[in-house]
């Protein structure tokens, strides 16, 4: 009879696997990352098998003093990820049998690599996504501040990047409010989705040991087990979901960017970068560039790319579990750490910066803005909208071919299109004014805003709230 070859799975097998086949399978070099999730796994585990007397109270406190040594040897130092091992759950099994002998080998009874990998990655996502959302909080935190700072401070609004209405920095930066606390509400939704223990499902048909499902879910404060077998080794959606929620962010955060570039730039001047965030040039002593703003622009691409990679991956795979489902962890961490640098960096990077308030000001004083206002007052004095579309229309030709602003035409100039003028058309087209008058709910107004920004206070204390529960759990 041949020798067999010894490993996880060499009962089956008579000989060595090829080396660059070893290579080409092994994952311990980047899902070492689920330690901590593979020993927290494996101690729920161990504990509801020595419960149902499927191993003995001894064995079971062999393995948990095991574990416990090995987590504190890892974080201490003490002990290297690394070696021969095929993946993080070889290295875990294999020195814990070192450590407590043959106890160490009882741990995986009623357990397959295909729901143990399964459980691991959900724990390091489900962590991963509250990460995710408190760095959000904090740059919500950011934002909310400067909409209170700037309440009064006018800058041009534009579409299509032209100057179409005055409104204010506090406006323009609530808009991006919400954007990111539509991510924080939809990484709750992926939270909710997640947090079911695919531990039990075995390689995908369960086991005939007498397993309880619902304790090791409740000891990993998991809503319960997954409801079917099959799904539990086999689903990816959560992963998916993540990174398709870190896309949009990433989508919000490079429209943002794009702005600071633009706002950065000489010709606009809106805002001026703290040497922290910006770099300058080899060559030409004058610059100051963008750089952090222009590499989140950038690396949203690459976050698109990971979750592109896992969709590709992902559908036309039979069930239940195939290899191919291990490349979810590389594009996944990458993704993670991706996203949370570049939060963290644009937090830091508006926080820090300043706002040229009467260069923004002066701007929306240029192009116009206040063209839509001009048309109100004469509707307020009876002429069809229609009408006065197309008398301020000519106005505005007028006023270029002068050189002027409508500010700066005379009574005269204004009575020469339409006697409905009067002298309020001043007041009117005041960009304080016209800011100030638009007061409907979501609008740049100061009452408006005011009354948007208490909301803002409210909504965000209670994702606050809500973040400590889960941080707590």
């Not at 990047?161 to 924080?184: N, V, W």
């Not at 590389?330 to 570049?342: G, H, I, M, P, W």
Request: aromatic letters at 8%; proline letters at 2%.
């Amino acid at each position: 009879m041949a020798e067999e070859f010894q490993g996880l799975w060499g009962g089956r097998f008579t000989k060595e696997t090829d080396t660059l086949v070893r290579k080409f399978n092994d994952s311990l070099s980047f899902d070492k990352r689920l330690f901590f999730a593979d020993i927290e796994g494996s101690l729920a585990h161990s504990s509801m098998l020595s419960k149902q007397g499927i191993i003995s109270e001894e064995d079971g406190k062999k393995i948990r003093e095991g574990l416990l040594s090995i987590k504190d040897d890892v974080t201490s130092g003490k002990l290297k990820i690394e070696g021969d091992y095929e993946d993080i759950h070889s290295f875990v099994e294999a020195k814990l049998t070192e450590r407590v002998g043959d106890a160490g080998k009882r741990l995986h009874t009623g357990r397959s690599r295909n729901d143990q990998v399964a459980l691991d990655m959900r724990l390091f996502a489900r962590s991963s996504v509250v990460e995710i959302r408190g760095l959000l909080l904090e740059l919500l935190d950011t934002i909310l501040s400067i909409m209170k700072d700037n309440v009064d401070t006018t800058m041009p609004g534009f579409t299509h990047l032209q100057k179409a209405q005055p409104i204010t920095l506090s406006h323009h930066m609530g808009a991006y409010f919400e954007m990111f606390s539509r991510d924080c509400e939809r990484l709750t939704g992926i939270y909710d989705r997640m947090n079911y223990s695919p531990l039990g499902s075995g390689a995908l048909a369960g086991t005939t040991y007498p397993l309880d499902r619902e304790m090791t879910a409740h000891e990993l404060s998991f809503k319960g087990p997954m409801r079917n077998s099959i799904d539990g080794v086999s689903d990816r959606d959560y992963l998916l979901e993540s990174l398709s929620a870190m896309s949009i962010i990433m989508m919000h955060l490079s429209r943002l960017s794009e702005e600071i570039i633009i706002w950065n730039s000489d010709e606009y001047r809106f805002i001026e970068l703290d040497d922290a965030y910006s770099t300058g040039s080899s060559i030409m002593p004058q610059k100051k560039n963008p750089d952090i703003a222009e590499l989140v622009r950038g690396k949203t691409g690459r976050v698109y790319g990971a979750m592109m990679s896992l969709f590709t991956t992902m559908k036309a795979l039979p069930l239940a579990y195939d290899k191919d489902m291990q490349e979810d962890k590389e594009v996944f961490f990458d993704a993670l750490d991706t996203v949370k640098s570049c939060i963290i960096l644009t937090n830091g990077e508006i926080k820090t910066a300043s706002f040229n308030k009467e260069r923004m000001k002066a701007s929306a004083g240029g192009g116009f803005t206040n063209a839509t206002d001009a048309a109100d007052y004469l509707v307020k004095k009876g002429v069809p909208f229609r009408d006065a579309h197309g008398i301020i229309g000519r106005i505005i030709i007028y006023a270029i071919e002068k050189g002027k602003t409508l500010d700066e035409l005379t009574i005269e100039e204004y009575k020469g299109f339409s006697e409905s003028f009067d002298n309020d058309i001043y007041e009117a087209i005041d960009l304080k004014n016209c800011v100030d008058q638009r007061k409907t709910t979501g609008a740049p107004g100061r009452v408006a805003m005011l009354e948007s920004i208490k909301k803002e206070e409210d909504f965000l204390l209670s994702l606050h709230k809500l973040q400590d529960t889960l941080v707590g759990k």
